[in-house]
């Protein structure tokens, strides 16, 4: 087991009603609030008008930056800095998906960012120092941007998209009844999204992080009962319930404990699918894994141990032979995304073989999964993205 330091300030409020903090969450920071939401499920919801009440109630004097796009882009941040700056804005609130949330920490950073170009900002996150506070209210269970510093931020004009870390929230809100909405397809997604955080940690060469593995384990077999029962009872509270809770611990660091770094080999591939076709991140997730994880086995059978646990302590399997039970586990994860309703290659999206070797480069600059599970080349990257048409 490695040693690890780690530190999350947010505050995080989760439950039911939760939204009972919010007034003296802000009132922390100030009155000027900048108000950012999505292209309007806030709105069909009805959770704006009751945000709005209780900032009017609170006193607040409210700026709205609306239409945050999914993958959000740089122009957004550059809108929301402008408001900030106009309006010398104190705290943002953020409601909404991880787009949102995503969107706000770089306005937040970017209102403190000396230069003139807030995308050389996203390519150098990771030296910010100093950003505006940060409120939010989650809407949909997936990236655990309510409780990490990290947000990805996309540049259609140069087919880039860059994670970098940003600002924790100061206070996240989580009530699962806000995902009631959650249509099946973004739901399914997500959970794809909270399963491949969870992946991108377990498939490490780091045999005997105990906490970390169990901590995995159990979000994995949580997933996989939660996420057909949410399909099934959109309004069900226990199912969105865990899988919010799912969603903020697994991208949290917590299941990484002890663990050496991987690289996040299936997160940088598919940063790059939606880079160039803006697709649904988790989506790309669910499309790319099982390919991932039977690249890597063919390439290096020595990880198989790894698949084996996974096949045993997740999805229950049992057997003699190692490689049968490898591929089973691989399977049983795949039938599941199918069984969620998510598409099952690239092809169904329109993608074609066009810029895998640019995008292979790219997600590999710097020899970047060297480090993976199992290291992969560009040629390899190429190669999983066409096993995935
Ligand atoms: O925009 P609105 O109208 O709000 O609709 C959204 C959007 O269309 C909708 N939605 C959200 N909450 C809803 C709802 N619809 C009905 N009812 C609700 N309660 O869902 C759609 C997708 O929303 P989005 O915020 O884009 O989804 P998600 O939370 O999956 O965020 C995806 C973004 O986060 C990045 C992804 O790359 C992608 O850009 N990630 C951020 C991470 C982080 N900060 O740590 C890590 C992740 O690995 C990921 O890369
Ligand atoms: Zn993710």
Not at 155 to 181: H, M, Q, V
Not at 262 to 282: K, Q, R
Not at 299 to 326: E, H, I, T, Y
């Amino acid at each position: 087991m490695l040693n690890y330091v780690h530190s999350i300030p947010t505050k995080l409020f989760f439950g039911k009603g939760q939204i009972s903090h919010l007034s003296d969450a802000l009132n922390t920071f100030g009155k000027k609030v900048l108000l950012t939401y999505g292209g309007g499920s806030i709105k069909k919801s009805g959770l704006y008008d009751e945000v709005k009440k209780i900032l009017d109630e609170g006193g607040f004097a409210v700026t709205e930056l609306s239409g945050i796009e999914p993958n959000p882009r740089i122009e957004s941040v550059e809108k929301g800095v402008a408001l900030c700056k106009e309006n010398q804005i104190d705290v943002i609130l953020a409601v909404g998906g991880g787009s949102t949330i995503d969107c706000s920490k770089a306005i937040a950073a970017g209102v403190y960012y000396e230069g003139d170009d807030l995308w050389q900002m996203v390519r150098e996150a990771d030296h910010i120092r100093k950003a505006l506070p940060l409120v939010d209210i989650l809407t949909l269970s997936a990236t655990g941007s309510e409780f990490d510093p990290s947000a990805v931020i996309s540049n259609l004009k140069t087919n880039e998209k860059l994670g970098g870390t940003f600002t924790y929230p100061a206070f996240s809100i989580c009530d699962p009844t806000y995902t009631f909405t959650v249509s099946a397809y973004q739901t399914a997604a997500g959970s794809a999204d909270i399963m491949s955080h969870i992946f991108e940690g377990y498939f490490s060469r780091t045999p005997d992080s105990d906490l970390s593995d169990g901590i995995a384990e159990t979000i994995l077999k949580s997933v996989i009962k939660n996420l057909p029962a949410a399909l099934n009872n959109p309004d069900d509270y226990e199912a969105r319930a865990n899988l919010m809770a799912n969603s903020s611990v697994a991208c949290s660091g917590i299941p990484e404990y002890g663990k050496a770094s991987t690289g996040w080999p299936c997160h940088t591939m598919e940063h790059e699918l939606s880079a160039y076709y803006d697709i649904t991140h988790g989506v790309g997730l669910a499309i790319l894994t099982p390919r991932w994880m039977r690249f890597i086995l063919k390439k290096d059978p020595s990880c198989s141990w790894r698949f084996v646990r996974f096949a045993k302590n997740v999805w229950g399997l049992q057997g003699g032979d190692d490689a049968a039970l490898a591929e089973a586990g691989i399977a049983a994860l795949e039938a599941f995304f199918r069984s969620a309703g998510l598409p099952g290659n690239l092809t169904e999206l329109g993608i074609t073989d066009e810029y895998f070797r640019a995008m292979a480069e790219h997600a590999n600059v710097d020899n970047f999964l060297a480090d993976a599970f199992v290291p992969l080349t560009n040629d390899d990257i190429v190669e999983i993205y066409k096993a995935c048409l």
